[in-house]
């Protein structure tokens, strides 16, 4: 199961979208209203419901708060009681006091798995507020999965295996659905995630998306480290953060020390050097004339510290004092 929590400010939106009805669809797969503590029938009765308590709290901009719970594709069919249950125990673990705060639970039939939403007044009947919950986003997750196990519900499959990755947008979905097509981020994510996938060094990483076409450029901050990547394909542009998942990650992360101090992960004469504080047009492909870039600075002195200037500082200082007490 899976929760989706939104808030607004308008009532009259919010009931027109849970039960008016939907265009195309036959009778028997309208929206109905299974559950909740509220008399009315209608949108429009259900906002004069709602909005009756809403104005003893004027101050609140966002009373609305609106919860989609979606059951796996392929859970076994529920009755409309079950559905009821399982929203009023939702309710119920994420804190809410059911018997002071206004509520409806409408189920929709017009998607291929089954669903139901929540329409909830944040303004109690006694004019106290829901607040929102602090890491709500965890504890939303907890809470699903306990009402799985709890009420016999199949789990969610993730369809992101990989934490940290980037969603499709919704066009990137439809495009997917309608025409068979990848987006050009959805094509370069699948490109980096290969080339990746069996954590090689960057150098390597970026040989072989060259390979497909794929330009990279790193970015050298001052002090020496690479502060950032991102990549391009043909006119797509995407950051290295999510991307690819934390693969691509981890493979920029293990290789900064290349970047700072002239010194790759695998042996010098396989593997070019980077020269700082410069934008290369490709790492490990030379500067923006296409001349090789030239080694770092001698390598007796330290190399700036990944914490920043202040822990370069101190090296520094340290490697400075020991060459004066003699020591190399």
Known sequence: MIAKITRGGNFRGATRYALDERHGLDREHQPEIVGGNMAGRTST??????????????DIRQPVEHVSLSFARDERPLSNDEVARVADEYLRRRGHDLDRVQYVVVRHHDKDHQHCHILLNRIRTDRTVVPQQYREYLRNKETCRALERDFGLRPVRNERQRFGERAPTRAEDRMARDRGLASGKEQLKALIREAAKDA????????????????????????????????RLDRVRSKGAGSAGPTASRASRGNRAFATT???????????????????????????????????????????????????????????AGRRAGRP
């Open 45 to 58: 009765e259900l906002t004069r419901e709602f909005k009756a308590v809403r104005q003893q709290r004027p």
């Open 200 to 231: 090689p060094t960057m150098s390597e990483v970026v040989r072989r998306l060259q390979a497909k076409g794929v330009q990279v450029r790193a970015n050298i901050a001052r002090t020496g480290h690479v502060s950032g990547i991102s990549y």
């Open 262 to 320: 002239g010194r790759a992960t695998c042996p010098p004469s396989t593997e070019p050097h980077v020269r700082r504080r410069v934008w290369s047009r490709c790492v490990g492909a030379g500067d923006r004339s296409g001349r090789p870039c030239q080694p770092a600075p001698s390598a007796g002195f330290p190399a700036t510290s990944r914490h920043g200037l202040r822990c370069g500082l101190r090296t520094t200082w340290n490697w400075l």
